[in-house]
Structures are given as C-alpha cells and as structure tokens.
C-alpha cells in the first residue's frame, strides 16, 4: 500500500528498531499517572487511589477495515477511538493507550508514519499517552491491536449489569450515520472498480462519511453526566448496533426493555441515503456498527435533570425481563430485538 506521499522506503531499509524509531521517537507525555512511556520493557504508571480501567480491540485487514476506501490515517484514528469509547462506557477517562502491529512488505516506512499521524492526532485530540506497542511482520495484510487505559474515582464505574426496572432508556448523539456512511463508500467503491476513471459520488453526505471516517468518543459525555449531576446506572457503547447493546444490557442486569422506533434519534443524512439506497434506516441504526455512541440507564427520577438535554435522547425503558426485550415500532406493534449486531465473523 503506497502512501499520498513520494517516497516509498521499504521497511527492511531501517530496519524493526528503526521503524518503531521513527514512529515514536516525537512522543512527549501529557498525563501525570504516565510515569515512563516508550522505551524501556514495560511502561509505568501511577493512577494514585483511583480505579483503572483496560480495554483492548484487535482489526485486522480485510475484516474491519479496507484500505481501498480508508486512508491510513483515518484508520488509525478511528482505531483509536474504538477503544476510547470502551473507556468511556464505563464511566472513566481515557489516559494511556498501546499500540501493537502486524506488517506485510507491502507497506512502507512512509504508509505506516500516515497511520501514526491518524494515531497520534486521536492522542492530541483526547490528550492521552502512546505508552508501548509491539511490532511485527505479517504474510498479508495489516493488523492493528490497541489497549486503552483509563481512570475513574472510587465508586464512579458504571457497568452495564446495572440497569433497574423502570430506568429510562437513553443514547447520546444519533445512530446508524456509520453504517450509511459504509454503504455509501461501498457502492462508490464497486463503481471505481468497473470503471477507476468515475468520480465517486460523495457530495450531501458529508455527516455519514464523517460518522464512518471519523468518529469521535463521547468523551463529552462524562462532563455533561458530571455537570448534570446524573450517573448512569448502567452504560455500554454503541459499536455493534443498537439493537445487540440494549440486549447485553439487559443480560447483565437480569431486565427487559422497550424502545420505541419513533423515538431512535436519526441524522437527515441517513434517512436521505436510506431511501437512495432502499435501506430502511432503522435497520441501519439497529444493526449497523460502528457509531460510538453511548446507550445508558437513567433512573426515572433523573428524568427532569436529562430531559432538555441536546445530546441525551430517552428512546424507551427497562422493564421485567418476562417482557422480553421488544421494539415498539410507530405503528404500535411489539418486535422482538434480536443481537444481528455487526459481528464481522458471521
Ligand atoms: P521488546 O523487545 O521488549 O518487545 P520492542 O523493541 O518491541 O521491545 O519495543 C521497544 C519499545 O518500543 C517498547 O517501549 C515498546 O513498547 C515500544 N513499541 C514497540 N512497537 C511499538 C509500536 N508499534 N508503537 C508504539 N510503541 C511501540
Ligand atoms: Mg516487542
């Protein structure tokens, strides 16, 4: 994979050792609990009295991502933002991440330094430390592996076993813009094959292809609970679709639900490009992937403080797990969620 730039330096020019050199050797650390980053056998850290929280999330070329379509740099963004949003669903703050490589001779020194540009940007954007990785070679493909490290005063996690029966049911932003986004890049993608000499189609769909490009961690999120003075009493984020974390929510919880389809918040994009593409864009917010959002519990007395809120939607509640786990669609009808989800290994 050549990247936009000139240059093209095989690896095997500078070497494992010099590659992670020049990857790494610009890092300055912002975070007081990153003792020692980069350079020793292991990183240290030092979280005081607080809880700390580990996340880790392995994409592998091919499966997760496709570089026909993903510039690297987006991509290592976004792998970024995978596991930060795993932090925040759990209430915590984002602080330290790994990152951990597999190369094919494909890629050169300067395709790899575009993706630890998108790596490195995620770290400014969230103000966290690149601590440590590894790095080694593959036949084929690229494959990522990132851990995130995050922090949490005593008693403040939020786990997704912690829904109550008659908790209002909530998502932060609007669903199914990155899966509408990946529709839209996938069928550009099979016009530039028949015929590369097509320009691709993007223009009105700046918001999906942002939400599939670019996606943010709703990092926000844990000022706006703080400032509302709202904790959730159970938190997941949204990266398989909706309809697959409401039914781990109620798993763990031992609960049911009920959202209501009239009530799932959607960008104008994603039902403009539904009905371009004859998805129904419920399914895309029910089972597409990739949005990032956070779906939380509430108690019912909560209700006032998150009401007028812009980035909180009530979409429904929790109820007895014997009423199952049902969609209300707007014709008043009760469907059954089922965890289609986006689990690329179906
Ligand atoms: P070791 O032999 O102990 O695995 P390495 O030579 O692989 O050490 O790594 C040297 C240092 O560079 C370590 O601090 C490691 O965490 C870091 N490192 C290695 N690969 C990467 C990478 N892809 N991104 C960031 N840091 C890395
Ligand atoms: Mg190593």
Redesign the pocket.
């Known amino acids: 994979m050549a990247a936009n730039k000139s240059k093209a330096t095989p690896i095997s020019d500078i070497g494992?050792?010099g590659l992670?050199e020049r990857?790494?050797d610009k890092i300055k650390l912002r975070n007081p609990s990153t003792l020692k980053g980069?350079?020793?056998?292991a990183?240290v850290l030092d979280f005081k009295d607080k809880e700390v929280v580990v996340t880790t999330d392995l994409l592998t070329e091919g499966i997760h991502f496709n570089l026909m379509y993903v510039p690297l740099k987006h991509l290592g963004y976004k792998a970024v933002v995978a596991n930060l949003s795993d932090v925040v669903a759990m209430n915590a703050t984002p602080r330290q991440i790994?990152?951990?490589?597999a190369i094919s001779s494909k890629f050169s020194v300067e395709a790899l330094e575009e993706l630890y540009e998108g790596i490195y940007l995620a770290c400014d954007t969230y103000g966290i430390d690149?601590?440590?990785?590894?790095?080694t070679s593959s036949l084929t493909g690229l494959t990522i592996s990132i851990t995130a490290i995050g922090e949490a005063e005593k008693g403040s996690v939020v786990y997704r076993s912690g829904a109550q029966k008659n908790d209002l049911i909530c998502v932060s932003g609007d669903l199914g813009g990155a899966y509408m986004g990946l529709q839209l890049l996938e069928r550009e993608n099979e016009v530039f094959k028949v015929n590369p000499k097509l320009q691709p189609k993007l223009e009105g769909y700046n918001y999906i292809l942002g939400r599939q490009l670019k996606p943010e961690a709703r990092v926000d999120m844990l000022k706006i609970f703080n400032n509302l003075g709202v904790k959730p009493n159970s938190m997941i984020d949204i990266s398989d679709g909706l309809s697959s974390e409401v039914i781990h929510i109620c798993k763990q919880s031992k609960t049911g639900a009920k959202i209501y389809e009239g009530k799932i918040p959607m960008d104008n994009e994603v039902k403009a490009m539904g009905n371009e593409l004859n998805i129904n864009p419920i399914v895309a917010a029910l089972n597409g992937g990739e949005d990032y959002e956070l779906l939380f519990t509430v108690s019912l007395n909560d209700h006032e403080k998150i009401r007028n809120n812009p980035d909180i939607t009530v979409i429904g509640h929790i109820v007895d797990a014997s009423e199952g786990t049902m969609l209300v669609t707007t014709g008043g009808s009760e469907i059954e969620l089922t965890a289609q989800g986006w689990n690329p290994l179906k």
């Not at 790994?98 to 490589?101: D, E």
């Not at 690149?130 to 790095?135: A, I, K, P, R, Y």
């Open positions: 494992e050792f992670i990857l790494t980069i350079g020793d056998d990183a790994t990152v951990s490589l690149l601590v440590g990785g590894d790095t």
